[in-house]
């Protein structure tokens, strides 16, 4: 059976006419032929075209002409759309047409058609047979059929077509030539629409017939866009998606294109166009610290684009946490309404299990989640963090492909494995994991910190180091042990450095101290496995198992 969500002419791989690539290198398919010369011309068609051009009533659609740019069109279309949501009691008038049949292209009975108040977007396209004589009375007598006259007829265009080209490339009209029904016989069909959409669809048609548009303003080609999905031309979906996305983006057209409406986005054909308008946000907004007036104005599909990214240039994913509220607290006042949208659309994107224990237990407590979702969402991080590394591993590897949670992002702060004791010494052991390319990366003085740890009650932090030999000699790898800035508290710490290394893979003690902490101060060695950066970079370096630097601090509170 035929798919109707493609052309009927090779549609997976028909090759459009934006690709550079030569005559003869263009792989040939009848859905590349161009029939540009066929259009409008009474020799080549079947069928006479009829379109009738209504007037704009709710005024909700721009007019490309006047917009330069997708960021006007968006602009101007969000201005419209709030016009529209303010007008109130808008009359339906239904009147009886005795002379004519009122169809739309998928059959539908008046029950179902949505009254013009509801049409915020285009109206639906009418499909016209004019039947005459006894035919005529006939289906007045048993299709009862209604118009809804919610405009009137500005002007009237007539176009000659040719119903195999249009029906090859359309299911819309595909059903219309071939359903069996009086209808499909007519020589005449009429096309109702909005002047808003006139020179859309005539793009579109001759699109159809040449497998190119006659313009490349962005506006127009998001008008064409938008038809080509009501007339189910999937082509030339294809192919003003890949026009849109070779276009400069920006924050508005980016934001435009991830809110089309869903019958658009559920599309293949444009699903590579909102891609690039996701990786495009991802890529501007990185930084979220750096731009957060802008991210927190930003509406609910852009947020969810920039969390989605594994490359998100933060602290920690306690960060993360801690804007996703800020901005949800901002967006939606009411409490209601912000658990919905936290508990069904952000709270996946947020990636508790690289959350720091301390800020788990403050997600328990949160009124703004439900809290058998947040009990869910913290005893899921817990048990990842509580499973052995190549258990976590697998689960990352796992959740790649969808929801990502367990996938760890670029943090500038590395998180860290804490295991904390009470008794018979306040101590805690804290492991630190590092990627080869992340220790590259440090050359030639660069650092990495990891998250903050606690231990009686004061934040703690480890720093790695690529820095000069106390003999300023040779560069090599250091680690430190600093504590956050909190007063005047000092504190009295035992601590010992280890890293695993082969052949055994088990911890190996490097440096063991002691030292008295006040608030922002560190201590460490500058060259904790005593040989040069060369050497512990090398390929055949004791110290990278599996592409990863093992490292351990031990701390115990001194009295």
Not at 79 to 107: A, C, F, W, Y
Not at 119 to 125: I, R
Not at 190 to 203: C, D, G, H, V, Y
Request: net charge negative.
């Amino acid at each position: 059976m035929k798919d109707f969500n493609s052309d009927l002419f090779d549609p997976g791989t028909a090759t459009t006419v934006m690709e550079d690539s030569s005559d003869s290198s263009r792989r040939a398919s009848s859905s590349d032929a161009d029939f540009a010369f066929a259009f409008n011309d009474s020799n080549f068609s079947d069928r006479i075209l009829r379109i009738e051009i209504m007037s704009d009533p709710l005024d909700t659609r721009p007019d490309s002409d006047s917009c330069a740019t997708i960021a006007d069109w968006a602009r101007h279309r969000k201005r419209r759309r709030e016009d529209v949501i303010k007008k109130e009691n808008v009359v339906v008038d239904l009147t009886l047409l005795p002379d004519e049949q009122i169809l739309n292209g998928n059959q539908t009975d008046i029950d179902d058609c949505v009254p013009c108040e509801n049409q915020d977007e285009e109206a639906d396209a009418m499909v016209e047979e004019s039947p005459t004589g006894d035919e005529a009375a006939n289906s007045i007598d048993n299709d009862s059929s209604w118009s809804m006259d919610c405009s009137s007829v500005v002007r009237v265009k007539t176009l000659h077509i040719s119903s195999p080209i249009l029906a090859a490339k359309s299911p819309f009209f595909y059903k219309l030539f071939s359903n069996g029904m009086r209808e499909s016989e007519q020589r005449h069909v009429t096309l109702r629409i909005n002047a808003s959409e006139e020179a859309a669809l005539m793009e579109l048609l001759n699109f159809m017939y040449s497998n190119t548009l006659g313009t490349t303003s962005p506006p127009v080609v998001l008008d064409v866009l938008m038809a080509a999905d009501k007339f189910e031309v999937a082509s030339c979906m294809r192919y003003c998606s890949k026009l849109l996305r070779n276009m400069p983006m920006t924050p508005e057209s980016a934001l435009l294109y991830l809110e089309l409406p869903s019958s658009v986005l559920m599309g293949d054909a444009v699903q590579p166009l909102t891609d690039a308008a996701k990786q495009y946000l991802a890529s501007k907004y990185k930084d979220i610290t750096k731009f957060q007036d802008e991210v927190m104005s930003l509406p609910l599909a852009g947020v969810e684009a920039i969390l989605a990214s594994d490359d998100l240039h933060v602290a920690s994913e306690d960060a993360v946490y801690d804007f996703v509220l800020k901005w949800a607290r901002t967006q939606y006042p009411k409490l209601e309404e912000r658990r919905e949208v936290l508990g069904t659309r952000l709270a996946r994107l947020i990636r508790f299990p690289y959350m720091t224990c301390r800020k788990l237990k403050k997600v328990l407590t949160c009124n703004d989640f439900e809290h058998d979702g947040a009990s869910k969402l913290v005893l899921e991080a817990l048990f990842f963090k509580a499973e052995a590394p190549h258990r976590q591993q697998i689960l990352a590897a796992e959740s790649a492909s969808l929801n990502r949670i367990f996938v760890e992002r670029a943090y500038k702060y590395r998180p860290v494995k804490v295991v904390e004791f009470e008794l018979p010494r306040q101590q805690c052991v804290v492991y630190l994991d590092l990627k080869r390319e992340e220790c590259a990366n440090l050359f030639p003085s660069g650092r990495v910190y990891s998250q903050a740890f606690h231990l009686g009650g004061q934040g703690f932090f480890l720093s790695a180091h690529c820095n000069m030999d106390q003999q300023s000699s040779f560069h090599c790898f250091g680690l430190f042990l600093g504590m956050q800035e909190k007063g005047s508290v000092s504190f009295a710490v035992d601590y010992e450095f280890a890293a695993r290394s082969r052949p055994t893979e088990e911890f190996v003690s490097k440096y063991k101290g002691n030292y008295t902490f006040t608030g922002g101060k560190a201590v460490g060695y500058r060259n904790l496995f005593a040989i040069p950066w060369t050497s512990f970079m090398a390929e055949d370096s004791l110290y990278f198992i599996n592409g990863v630097l093992h490292l351990r601090a031990e701390l115990t509170i001194r009295h």
